[in-house]
């Protein structure tokens, strides 16, 4: 076949959903209007282990409006299966209403079901619930951790790392402490649910409606053919819309036993409690080195938390292991199971946490050999995967620092630490490395071509704001030769062709794969109807010598000679063609693949207060092909706020005495607003990887988070001359 014209792919679309968002007409969960629908209200515990002792409802009930109060002492029926699609963790996930056991503060212990919200809302406050309070374990500094290694997570060795630091020039030996984060997306969690006899549909926040599809079968015992999940658009998630929560099932479960439609909508409050969080780390990491800073020698001996019921874990090992060129690397990760709710993926998890200590801790043994860090990197640069043995598909993880350091102006800073002031603010500049897997996953896609000339293509995922439908959009717009205006892209319907979960950064490799290949067939469809048919100005041609654009098949190098989509369908009497795609990565692949970045951050830090502000960031991007440059810069500029919140603000803190947060609301919990954003710059390095999908992408959405905040530690440290190992650097620490 021939190359298509490439012409929107590459463009700086902006997001076509773009006016239904800023009109209020694009529909989040809890927008959708359902004929009927009553309010639920979660009660949740307030203790964080123990035993519910009884649930006085009687004054809740006695409120006009007030359908029904359901908890476990009604004994709901639910199946509760083993889901294979979406059982994320081992362990068994938690069972709504089943038992009198507490297991984590905040615990939903039952739903007020009422005509109105406010109805719903001042009964679930007149529900008395008593405990049997038994003592807690929240904090992970007091483990203790569980024996054996984390699922997926076998304790990881080559060489003898012991024996090389022993032999090293240099040694450091590191603690970090990393604290808990929310996701808080601007959307709170909400699910409508509503039963036709024994189909259910659901309108739900999810990244994943294959897997929330999957999960409720699993748990209401029904046949996943009864089940379709809806969930097209998405304020934000980060990850805490991956699998499905307890409240899904409590708004199913109120459904069912109320008979009749059900909204409920989380608190900004409950967001804390039941939609999982970043863990918390304790992390100690060694290094060993030469003089000339090649290193030796590597260990990471680090454990995080998760809850009783489900052993968590997340990619938190890759980075130890393929980074740099060390010959000897160990890895003990270690689990604390707590009286907590099951963490969930944030923002380049497991990468994240891991990627912050290993490159503060380069910046600290580049300051010990005195070595720039940018060099010092460029020294341990492996030439094929350490990991793996396995060539790198494509890794311009060098090219990346020349370009950065080259805008950045990287090479007029003066290295020594409190070197550079302006006034009252100490000024430093610091650098880290980015680095995320390229996952992929198996993906569908539908397209129809329309006798109008216009296409509807679909696919079962997702678009959390990072702008599939603009993205997937371009890449069937060139596919099929149609203009973008020409092409809608549907998303967001369990019923839809299947594809992933919209998070690990695997959309556009995955979806973007199938969505082309289906898009390719369905061109080449429409090429074989018009070369077969004698009354074609193309009748006769090669099939591979012809390409479509602006809905208009002709021959390549002869615009003159050919006809329009609406001339082929029209004369053929076809009201419209189709075709089904897909993307399979291969079982086994013959590379190791990543993305990869270079982070630039500059801080002013008040030498008195500690305060720091961010003064400017630039990102230097080896993400394979960019489908949407304005898009990607969003993305990145997106990374760089979620890295400041990391580096800077966010904490999420727990009362140990009960498990408690005390700051489950967003004036207490710190993020970045506006003031705090400076001038961020994003560059994308020309250039694509077919080893890694046939589309040319890598993985984006989260490489751009992962360098963020190690940068701006670093950048504090030059600026202060204080190492802060801990996240979020806190003003109290740097004074
Ligand atoms: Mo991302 S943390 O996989 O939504």
Redesign the pocket.
């Known amino acids: 076949m021939s190359p298509q014209p490439q012409a929107a792919v590459g463009a700086p679309l902006s997001r076509v959903d773009g006016r239904l968002k800023v009109t209020g007409q694009a529909k989040y969960a809890a927008d959708h209007d359902i004929d009927g629908v009553v309010h639920a209200v979660v009660v949740d515990s307030s203790i964080a282990r123990g035993r519910i002792t009884g649930i006085d409802t009687r004054d809740a009930e006695a409120q006009r409006g007030v359908l029904g109060v359901i908890s476990h002492l009604d004994k709901p029926r639910l199946t509760y299966r083993q889901n294979q699609v979406s059982n994320a963790f081992p362990g068994e996930r938690l069972h709504v209403f089943q038992d009198d056991t507490v297991r984590f503060f905040g615990q939903p212990v039952a739903v007020v079901v009422a005509t109105t919200l406010e109805a719903a809302e001042h009964a679930a406050s007149l529900v008395k619930v008593s405990y049997d309070a038994e003592e807690s374990a929240t904090d992970l500094t007091r483990g203790p951790a569980q024996d054996g290694p984390p699922p997926f997570a076998r304790p990881y060795a080559r060489g003898n790392a012991e024996e090389a630091l022993g032999s090293a020039d240099v040694r450091l030996d590191l603690a970090y402490r990393l604290s808990r984060n929310h ?1 808080n997306p601007m959307e709170t969690h909400a699910t409508i649910a509503r039963w036709d006899g024994d189909k259910l549909t659901v309108w739900d926040k999810t ?1 994943w409606v294959i897997g929330t599809q999957n999960e409720l079968a699993a748990v209401f015992g029904i046949p996943l053919e009864n089940v379709r999940v809806l969930s097209p658009f998405i304020g934000g ?6 699998r499905a929560w307890p409240h899904v099932t409590i708004a199913a479960l109120a459904a069912r036993e109320i008979g009749r439609p059900v909204k409920l909508a989380l608190t900004r409050r409950q967001m804390y409690f039941t939609v999982g969080y970043r863990p918390a780390y304790e992390y100690k990491l060694r290094l060993g080195s030469t003089r000339r800073g090649r290193l030796t020698a590597m260990t990471h001996d680090f454990k995080y938390e998760t809850s009783r019921y489900e052993q968590f874990w997340e990619a938190n090992l890759a980075l130890g292991q393929m980074l740099y060129a060390v010959p000897n690397v160990s890895q003990n990760p270690q689990i604390v199971p707590l009286d907590v709710s099951t963490p ?6 497991g990468y994240g946490s891991s990627a912050f200590v290993i490159e503060t801790a380069m910046d600290e043994l580049a300051y010990k050999l005195g070595i720039d860090p940018i060099e010092l990197r460029l020294r341990n640069e492996p030439g094929e995967d350490p990991s793996t043995q396995q060539p790198f598909s494509t890794r311009r993880l060098r090219e990346c620092f020349r370009v950065g350091a080259r805008a950045f102006g990287w090479r007029r800073r003066d290295p020594r630490p409190r070197s550079t002031r302006d006034g009252d603010w100490l000024i430093g500049t610091g650098v880290a490395t980015g680095c995320y897997d390229v996952f992929r996953g198996q993906a569908q896609a539908h397209a129809r071509l329309d006798a109008d000339g216009t296409a509807v293509v679909q696919s079962a995922t997702h678009d ?1 704001g990072t702008g599939t439908y603009t993205s997937m959009t371009q890449v069937a717009a060139d596919a099929l030769g149609l203009t973008v205006r020409n092409v809608t892209f549907r998303l967001g319907d369990s019923a839809m062709p299947p594809a992933p ?6 959309t556009m490799l995955s979806v973007g794969s199938a969505v082309q290949d289906t898009c390719d067939m369905l061109r080449e469809q429409a090429i074989k109807l018009a070369v077969e048919d004698e009354r074609s100005p193309l009748h006769g041609v090669d099939p591979d010598d012809v390409v479509v654009r602006g809905g208009r098949l002709h021959v390549k190098g002869d615009p003159a000679r050919g006809e329009t989509y609406r001339q082929l369908l029209a004369r053929n009497n076809r009201t419209y063609l189709e075709a089904r795609g897909s993307y399979t990565p291969e079982e086994e692949s013959r590379f190791s693949m990543y993305g990869y970045a270079a982070m630039f951050a500059e801080v002013a830090v008040d030498a008195r207060l500690g305060l720091v502000r961010v003064r400017r960031m630039l990102g230097v991007y080896d993400a394979g092909r960019i489908i949407s440059p304005k898009l990607a810069e969003s993305q990145a500029v997106g990374g760089m706020v979620g890295g400041i919140g990391a580096a800077l603000l966010e904490h999420t803190v727990t009362d140990h005495r009960d498990g408690r947060i005390v700051n489950a609301n967003l004036a207490d919990y710190l993020v970045p607003v506006n003031a705090d954003i400076p001038d961020l710059k994003a560059v994308y390095l020309d250039g694509e990887d077919y080893k890694a999908a046939p589309i040319g992408v890598k993985s984006l ?2 490489l751009v988070q992962i360098g963020v905040a190690p940068a701006i530690a670093n950048a504090v440290f030059h600026a202060t001359g204080r190492r802060v190992r801990e996240l979020p650097i806190t003003a109290e620490a740097l004074l």
């Open positions: 996701h990244q998630a980060f990850g805490s819309a991956l969930l993926w944030m923002r380049g998890p959390t979960a919209q998070g690990a950064s695997q959405g989260e």
